[in-house]
């Protein structure tokens, strides 16, 4: 079983360029508590998980950012169940809203990450769009209205391919001009596991990479870097094809019946031959091959709506569940 | 070697749901000549397989109907270069023209199919926005210019998730109400290999089944069960999370080298193993994963352009290579 | 007085080539009772009037085919009310039910009628893509689910100058195939007066002619032409500029003091006059302009869900006010 | 007819609220030549129209800051002619390249004003979509290829009501980040007369206020605010509701014949009731509506591929019209 362990543990798939961007999934690629800590709450029809990162070996094991990662998980995430969604927004909101610990006047600066023209990409556009955008009303409003909604700005910069320029350039000279108090900043993620599509939202308080999931890494958003604290909002929408053979391989490996000489003797070899077979497998397109849904179109929509709930409810004091649908587009 | 080919003929494949739309990946799992002629031309940029299945001996082998199937393939079809998509336009509506052998008044129909709101398998629709649609303007356009363009017409029914009807069904009805002389079907397809993606255009004169690219097989669109001629205009643009799984798995039993009878063994017991483990990798989404390049968007949209203008010349004598761009949208 | 009211009078308006497609318009238009009852329901955010055109005389007078036209009305159609939209979805879904008087097992054809591509035309598209279909799950879904849901279809099938066919034909073919035992017709229509734009939804059980909104009148959709019944639901989306240029010529007239006199001289002269005005105003453009409100977009989409709640809940015995989110987009 | 001028001259139109973003328009308005030069160039299917105001008195009377303002002008713009478009696309480029006057590694930052939700609005966003973006592969294309490009960046922010901020705050904190040394920003305006309406294109070295056509005036987008040069490209594509009602008043007044004394009287009264007349046309919607043809989308987008085309060629050097169909899609 070590060498089962060994095989499936983090580092080989690093070699093979398999990423995840999730939490709960690289945890569970790590032997228990060295330096994490992880704590599930488990409701009617979803549950979540809060995974802390308090040391930087456990975020050197996890090759992720100290930090808090909330994780929540719900098959009927990807389905239109509008009442365990409702339960769901009610819990991301106020998760969201320990998380943020916004003061009174504070500002928000929502940031839809990811390519509008790449469906399972699209999910921070959508989000963007149907957040309740505020700041510019700021002295248009009468005064009890304006308590009900904090000065809240959104944007899609677009991935870099699209503008040329950093999204990490863009946010931050945005972030200089109208100096939000915060930044929200929601993108679409890839996953290791085909059961984490669409069924997983993670919240995290260490920023995030533009592009990590379906795009390449790039600059991250973060408090070190905007100068403002940074909470990211994820969804895995695709597993990356790569990922995908990979543990195909693996599989096999760990099922076709040998004996242990048998097997120690073909995973003497594996490691190259896996790393032909991985690219011939994906010949001509590497690693820009992504598996997804066939109903990823309308999946995308509901779970932009739900996060764009769970935000507009978080970040607005007078804004409750009865309202949001008021302010979806 | 036996054993090895045993392993990828197609029955196997056919046990595990895996399938390709494509004469010519059909062609390759086969053995010559039963029934079955085909001939390749090489061009500069592109390559035109003409395979034709003339006993129903080779439709049995080929699991497809008699006819005549020609491949475009060029690894530019999915780049931007313009010059190259220009010689396939024409060579593409060259074929298209000898295979529909229009009179001087017949009226074309060309229907595109898939579903638009799934980028990969929009391909149908986006044709059929560029397509010149003249059948309307029979009298009101000046003589001379009527005679530049034949009656055509246009429509993409949707898929049956959409309409909640056959899409045979639809087109059958209005094929009875405006009687034309041809039916030219666009859509999507699924490939076996990743290189055919958005590098093949399949043209046939045996009709199509909607959705047998992206969907779930249906009532087939052909002379038989529309009473006219039905040319079909195909292009893949996913593979089957499924299909590159199982490769994957064949790919390892070839490749881990074990002695013969480790090999027997291992087959021996593999193919309900096999079975499980496709399973466990899709779980759970089963058949409805597939797998697609980033680029997908801007790539439809450039194939679309070429199918439409080829479909355009070929059926309006008066429309030329000059005149093309005039006409797309 | 006389004058004015001859000047306002349906005929002059016609001869401009102005038109109305909503049946309380036209009733302003004209003396009250002959072979017109008028009976108008006031609930606390919106009225309900029911026009009932029950005379060949009446027919002629209003310009519109005997039956029933009912027109719910109210400012907050525009806005983003939820709770005076939920009523209205009632209240629709309830005079849809009655008009209907569908039988137990009866099915249901919804045709989207309009341009997807112009956004203040595209209400029909828009709400079939929000209409739970269910007719082609008829042997799927369990029976007890299947109770809670009548056989429904919905198509989009695009204008004319788009498919090259007249949409009559397509949704005959398509009628002849299918057998619906009800027609449901949705449009954008064209109204005389701005604050009818995005506040009415009319709703007649006398057919439809596609386009008579913003395109142009074609081959009606009625029970002469499909041999089904037919309801029509519809909102005005644009006023035609010409009707704008006309109403304004219209008002100075009235409001420019003149004398008797004057009045009677310039009105004598005014009509051919007139006609050249509206030419030069709206010149190069003629009868192709429309006027319509800059935040059309979004209101669009708020009335299409309306629109395709009050359908589902009508056509579907098992789906209530608590559903219905559960089936949009 | 000194009464004509006074009536038809800028300042009661500006009274009224009415607004045109042509220079050529303005020009129309007001005496020739008090600081203001215009020049006429005429080709076979377009006229090339150059204003320059050169005094502040000019600048005053044209009510547009001084500058250069080219205006290319052809009934064919909004029909598909190919061949015109790209003679057209030539003139634009020769001109926008002298205009910007840019250094050999000069670099640009294309801005794409407008609401991608409102299609007349969205011209600048559909520009950007199509323009060839290079600042981001610096260091990753080969030499020779650099050089055929120029470091190009490219965005649309998005208007006020869907970020919440000015659009200038976002240029300009983007600016000072990538420190481009050109920006041209792409923008619809709004038009005082129909035959303008997609028939002209506007350039001008004097910057933009985003939103001064289909929108509300704003912060500027010029050499003062962002401390980089700014040329402005714009076509009208709608006429206010607004404009189209006063100019139908002024026509009638000018039409309708009566003696002088009758006009005078007339005349004397009629700018408070003009006024009212206007905002009951207008009720609703008051300044919130516009003109705009119906195939309004399919012209925007031959429009953004002539401007995108006319800026690729300028900025980049190694583009040329045998080019630009590779980059435009």
Redesign the interface.
Known sequence: MKKKKKRSSAEPAQFFGIRTDLAVEAKELIPQDDGVRTEVTTEDDFTLTKVQIYTEDGAKKMGKPKGTYLTFES?KLKE???ACHNRMIESIAKELRELAKLKENASVLVVGLGNW???PDALGPKVVHRIL?????KNTLPKELMDTVR????????V???????TG??I???????HPDLVIAVDALAARK??R?NTTIQMADTGVCPGSG??NKRMSLDEETLGVPVIALGVPTVVD?AT??Y???E???E????TEE?QAE?LR??QQ?RQ??LE??????AQ???????????VI?RLADIIANAINIAVHPGITMEDI???V?
């Open positions: 098959e239109n169940d509008t023209n790449i469906t955008v505020t700041r510019h009303l000065p809240t700005a959104a944007i899609s910069p677009g870099m391919g699209i503008t040329g320029i950093e350039e863009i931050k000279g945005i972030v200089e001009k109208i085909f059961r599509i379906v795009g094809a995908l053979v543990d195909t391989m599989k096999m490996l099922e076709v019946s040998l048998e073909a070899q594996d031959k032909a077979i011939e497998m994906l010949t001509p397109y820009n091959m992504f598996v997804t849904p066939k109903e990823v179109d309308a929509n649908n008021q302010y587009f």
